[in-house]
């Protein structure tokens, strides 16, 4: 079954630093998306890409955060000037027609930021 | 979106059917019902959908009321493995990315014992 691939699976980075989490999505899949979860939390969104620009983003996707589709592949999160309540665990997610229904979500990257 | 109530836990016995409540009563009619599962930290998984009739996939099955105000989600032989949160979404069905926004509630906590 086709799986979205996240890497690293663990960052520890220090505050302040730049940060970049990447994923690979299932390869005829249009839409992606990036969610995190605090733990012990809801898991929370923020932001949905298509057709190589955003579509929407949530409050919490400031202008530290940017998405990258670099090449036909891969699809990335940054994050500058990293905080310690960006400590989250991040999901990268797709879908083939972004209509709510089969999202295919990787299992995530645990970020720790000191 | 519309808001939904979900119990916050539930214990079900292995083998057993696992009855999974879920309350929308401002659900729009354009509106679908989503139920996602997150198990322990992983991803959340996409289970099945419906806009107003009964739908059953391989993994359960979805009753929804007449009036739509609530939904069911059935796992009609609970394993260990489902032990998991459940997650009832509601929202429109829109193709593209502009309607990625999946909601995330507390969902319940269901705990499949032997």
């Known amino acids: 079954e086709p799986e979205v691939t996240q890497t690293p699976s663990h960052q520890v980075t220090q505050m302040g630093q730049e940060v970049i989490l990447r994923c690979v999505p299932i390869?005829?899949?249009?839409?992606f998306y990036w969610y995190r979860q605090i733990l012990g939390q809801k898991v929370e969104f923020l932001v949905s890409?298509?057709?190589?620009?955003?579509?929407?983003k949530s409050e919490i996707f400031d202008d530290r955060f940017s998405v990258e589709r670099p090449d036909g592949s891969n699809f990335t999160l940054k994050i500058r000037s990293t905080k310690l309540e960006d400590s989250a665990m991040y999901f990268c997610?797709?879908?083939?027609?972004?209509?709510?229904?089969?999202?295919?979500f990787g299992s995530g990257t645990r970020l720790t930021v000191v | 979106d519309a808001k939904t109530t979900q119990p916050p836990s539930m214990d079900c016995a292995e083998g057993r059917a696992a009855n999974l409540p879920c309350n929308h009563s401002t659900i729009s009619g354009n509106e679908y019902v989503y139920w996602y599962r997150q198990i322990h930290s992983q991803g959340p998984q996409y289970i099945i959908h419906g806009l107003k009739n009964n739908e059953t996939n391989e993994m359960a099955s979805l009753i929804i009321t007449e009036d739509r105000k609530s939904s069911t989600l059935i796992l009609p032989h609970a394993t260990l493995r489902d032990t998991a949160v459940y997650y009832c979404i509601v929202r429109v069905a829109g193709v593209g990315g502009s309607q990625g926004n999946l909601i995330f509630g507390k969902g319940t906590k269901l705990s499949v014992k032997p």
């Open positions: 997610a797709s879908s083939e027609t972004g209509g709510g229904y089969g999202y295919t």
């Open positions: 390869s005829n899949h249009l839409y």
């Open positions: 890409f298509y057709n190589n620009e955003i579509s929407e």
